[in-house]
């Protein structure tokens, strides 16, 4: 697998507290993503990162933030916490081949729950 | 915007059968990505496909991409039960920068 890795990996918090998760890579990777995963819905972009402080909004990035300030970090924040938040998130990262995409590596994914 | 589907949602299977899996876009497509997620797992990449009317071959998977770009199929012979999980396909349309998931389709095995 590659080098990626997510904090916390559980976390239950209340509505309304920010929340940040963490996604940390070791191959130096160009492009990092978040994405959240829901029961019929697949996997939906929050947000993007195409390089250090290079970032963009995804189809779902309503009521989250981001922030890539190293190559190897890029951080998802929910700045006030809701119900309809609770999802498992995955980051991914991949690397442009020439001429076309590379596959997405993910990471473990973080469970959070909003009560 | 881009919306990728699938068919069927479900799929139970007994051990030994096929199992197939379709992938549909509302826009041509300029490549297409399949994943598997084991059950409280991560996706993993299985194959990329680019070339209209591709055919590729992984032991008992194969994969097409349709003539027009805008459908895909992953085919398993003779299932496993190491076949368990959920098979996603991805696409990427000619505008976007990012590829749109499918909602998957989730496959049980019964032995």
């Known amino acids: 697998d590659a080098g990626i890795t997510q904090s916390p990996r559980h976390k239950v918090t209340e509505t309304g507290t920010p929340v940040t998760l963490r996604c940390h890579q070791t191959?130096?990777?160009?492009?990092m993503y978040w994405y959240r995963q829901d029961p019929g819905h697949g996997l939906r972009l929050i947000h993007y990162?195409?390089?250090?402080?290079?970032?963009d909004k995804g189809e779902v990035s309503d009521g989250y933030s981001v922030s890539r300030s190293k190559t190897e970090d890029f951080l998802l924040t929910l700045e006030s916490a809701t119900s309809s938040q609770t999802s498992v998130y995955f980051c991914?990262?991949?690397?442009?081949?020439?001429?076309?995409?590379?596959?997405?590596?993910f990471g473990p994914g973080t469970r959070l729950t909003v009560l | 915007g881009q919306q990728v589907m699938q068919i069927p949602q479900y799929q139970h299977v007994q051990e030994g059968e096929d199992f197939t899996t379709y992938c549909n876009s509302s826009t041509t497509l300029s490549n297409i990505q399949w994943y598997k997620q084991r059950p409280g797992g991560h996706p993993v990449f299985l194959i990329q496909l680019v070339k209209s009317g591709e055919v590729k071959k992984q032991k008992r998977l194969t994969f097409q991409f349709g003539e027009a770009k805008k459908n895909s199929s992953l085919h398993i012979t003779a299932t496993q039960t190491t076949d368990v999980g959920t098979y996603f396909c991805a696409g990427r349309d000619n505008y976007g920068q990012n590829f749109v998931f499918g909602p998957g389709t989730r496959l049980s095995v019964l032995p």
């Open positions: 991914a990262i991949s690397d442009q081949a020439s001429g076309g995409y590379n596959e997405q590596f």
């Open positions: 191959e130096n990777h160009r492009y």
């Open positions: 990162s195409y390089g250090v402080k290079d970032t």
